[in-house]
Nanobody, 121 residues
Framework: QVQLVESGGGLVQAGESLTLSCVAS????????MGWYRQAPGNERELVAR???????TYGDSVKGRFTTSRDNAKNTVYLQMTSLKPEDTAVYYC???????????????WGQGTQVTVSS
């Protein structure tokens, strides 16, 4: 019923920038937090960024100062602006969100399918 779809991944060189987008669609009553995780081959999934419904943000230590997350509540969309990219940032980036679907009186957590970001040196 509820779906998250990421876009904007690709191949870039170290030092360049890239912006990811994630759109939530379906029967949605309210969205709480939205955020981004990433996972590289052989590694655990790690928090990249999270943003609450009123704009409070949290960042993982490895990206703080380089990445910025924002959201457009009218469009049910969250963004991840990545600058000064490093080869270590190469991973699949996943969008996630806590959403109250139309009907249920509780939040449920949803995940997108992921988008590949590759940074060459």
């Amino acid at each position: 019923q509820v779906q998250l779809v990421e876009s904007g991944g690709g191949l870039v060189q170290a030092g360049e920038s890239l912006t990811l987008s994630c759109v939530a669609s379906g029967s949605i009553f309210r969205i709480n937090f939205m955020g981004w995780y990433r996972q590289a081959p052989g590694n655990e999934r790690e928090l990249v960024a999270r943003i609450t419904s009123i704009g409070s943000t949290t960042y993982g230590d490895s990206v703080k100062g380089r990445f910025t997350t924002s959201r457009d509540n009218a469009k049910n969309t969250v963004y991840l602006q990545m600058t000064s990219l490093k080869p270590e940032d190469t991973a699949v980036y996943y969008c996630n969100a806590a959403i109250i679907p139309s009907g249920p009186n509780a939040f449920y957590e949803y995940w997108g399918q992921g988008t590949q970001v590759t940074v060459s040196s």
